[in-house]
Nanobody, 123 residues
Framework: QVQLVESGGGSVQAGGSLRLSCIVSGYTTSRHCMAWFRQVPGKEREGVAARSDDGSTSYADPVKGRFTISKDDDKNTLYLQMNSLKPEDTAMYYC??????????????????WGQGTQVTVS
């Protein structure tokens, strides 16, 4: 059973930065997708960034050039560096994992395992 635990959320002023972390534990396969999603109340969960086991990444248009997804394999930790934050980035952020590698879509239905979320508020 894969477990994901996010941290690093908080409150920040517009233009500021935050780095989210997601510690992965339990069984994981060599081929996998990992991603960050976000959700605000009353809206659907939306993809932010994804990373495949081969290191390839993809980003949603609203965050391109501002957010960076990365992974430290030694620490089993996924990161999301968020720069130039905007009020519209305010949301609960979730990390997710799936054992199918290669193509990693920014679609919530693709992913099997989810963390509990960490709140990001930009004012």
């Amino acid at each position: 059973q894969v477990q994901l635990v996010e941290s690093g959320g908080g409150s920040v002023q517009a233009g500021g930065s935050l780095r989210l972390s997601c510690i992965v534990s339990g069984y994981t396969t060599s081929r996998h997708c990992m991603a960050w999603f976000r959700q605000v109340p009353g809206k659907e969960r939306e993809g932010v960034a994804a990373r495949s086991d081969d290191g390839s990444t993809s980003y949603a248009d609203p965050v391109k050039g501002r957010f960076t997804i990365s992974k430290d394999d030694d620490k089993n930790t996924l990161y999301l560096q968020m720069n130039s934050l905007k009020p519209e980035d305010t949301a609960m952020y979730y990390c997710a994992e799936d054992a199918r590698g290669g193509y990693c879509p920014l679609s919530p239905g693709w992913y099997s395992y989810w963390g509990q979320g960490t709140q990001v508020t930009v004012s």
